[in-house]
Structure formats: C-alpha cells, structure tokens
C-alpha cells in the first residue's frame, strides 16, 4: 500500500521561506510529485525528483532522500498568491498517490 | 508540459441521470489518460486509468458499471458517471502522462447531483 504524510496546514509571512515535508511508505518508487492546487481548480505541476538531492527551480526547491523516504518543498521570498494547497505525490509502478496536501497561508 | 482541457467545467443535475465529461488532450497524443475525483478537503483519488483502444483499468472500491470510461482516440477520453446520486457529486480531474512520466491535469469538472 501507499502511505504519504504532509502537514495538514502551515502559516507564514509574505516574504519569508516556507518548508513543507512529506514522508512517504510505498510499495515502489519511481519519482517524487510536488503539484500546488487553488482552492477550486486543478493541480499545477511544480516539481519533479527521481534522484537523491536538490532540484531549485526559481523560488521553488524540492529536496528528495529517497533511503529516509523524505522529501521536502521549499518556497522562498514567498508572495500573497503562494496561498494554496501543496500536493505531495509519489510515482509506483504505474500511478500516482497522493498526499492530503499542506494548505499553505500566506499573511501580509 | 501538456495542455488538457475538460468539459464541461461545471454541471448540476437531477438525481438518476447520466452525465458525461470530455478530457482532451490537445497538444500531445496520449495513450494512457487518468481520472481521479477529489472531495472536499481531501486529495486527489484516482478512479481508473483509461487506455486508448482498450478496457480502462479500474482502481479498488470504484465500479465500473457506473463510471464508464471510452478512449476512442489518442486526443479524448470520457467518463460518464451513470444513475448520479448526490454522493457522487465531487470534484472530476483527468491528467495527461508527459515527459518524464509528470501528469499533467485538465481544469477539473464540479459535478453537483440534487
């Protein structure tokens, strides 16, 4: 079975660094999803690991220890329109699980 | 990344009728399609994987009687939800296998069932 977990909710200030974990229990693994979703519409792609390491990308960085079941997402100079859902997903064989998400608010 | 559209992006509708909801692939010619439903709250579930050209996969617990999938071309799948009831209203979500196995997801469909 599948078993993903990420905080339920994080707050923080315009402009300041946000650090959103997910663990992960999967019966494979063959990549690291991180998807942000408004309330009200569907998941954008934002992030994508495989390999062990950092992948920066902008103010966005997804951080993979695939021996700990780790990964983490992290948001810098963070902006009012960052408030959203955070999606956490992990590729098996054939699909992808997803977390409940990390409902990020970003207060000015 | 590939762009996926849905159609249509919201629906109501009357206890017992059927209802059908296109996903499109138009910029990327997609054997494999998903279709996850998301309810209040909650993350994404995937429902079933459609294949062109033959049987959808369905995910435990989601019956295919009722949630009946076509992948008659490489560009559309559909997923018509039969005999709606008001449990089935949700949040209808397809996406698009791309480069380096990234989904990429249509607008979503709100299907509400009075």
């Known amino acids: 079975g599948q078993n993903i977990d990420q905080p339920t909710e994080m707050t923080a200030t315009e402009g300041a660094i946000v650090q959103i974990n997910c663990t992960y229990q999967?019966?494979?693994?063959?990549?690291l999803f991180w998807y942000q979703q408004h309330a009200g519409e569907a998941p954008t792609f934002l992030s994508y690991?495989?390999?062990?390491g950092l992948e920066e990308k902008g103010r966005f960085s997804s951080f993979l220890s695939r021996s700990k079941g780790y990964s983490y997402l992290l948001l810098k100079e963070l902006q009012m329109k960052d408030s959203a859902s955070y999606l956490c997903?992990?590729?098996?064989?054939?699909?992808?699980?997803f977390g409940a998400g990390t409902t990020v608010t970003v207060r000015a | 990344g590939a762009v996926v559209s849905q159609h249509p992006s919201r629906v109501i509708c009357k206890s017992g009728t059927s209802v059908k909801i296109e996903c499109r692939s138009l910029d990327f010619q997609a054997t494999t399609m998903f279709w996850y439903r998301q309810f209040p709250k909650q993350s994404l579930m995937l429902m079933a994987t459609s294949n062109e050209g033959s049987k959808a996969t369905y995910e435990q617990g989601v019956e295919k009687d009722k949630f009946l999938i076509n992948h008659a071309s490489l560009t559309l799948s559909t997923l018509t939800v039969t005999s709606a009831h008001p449990e089935d209203s949700s949040f209808y979500i397809c996406s698009v296998s791309g480069l380096q196995e990234t989904q990429y997801f249509g607008p979503g469909t709100r299907l509400l069932v009075l």
């Open positions: 999967t019966s494979g693994f063959n990549g």
């Open positions: 997903a992990v590729r098996d064989d054939y699909k992808l699980s």
């Open positions: 690991n495989v390999l062990d």
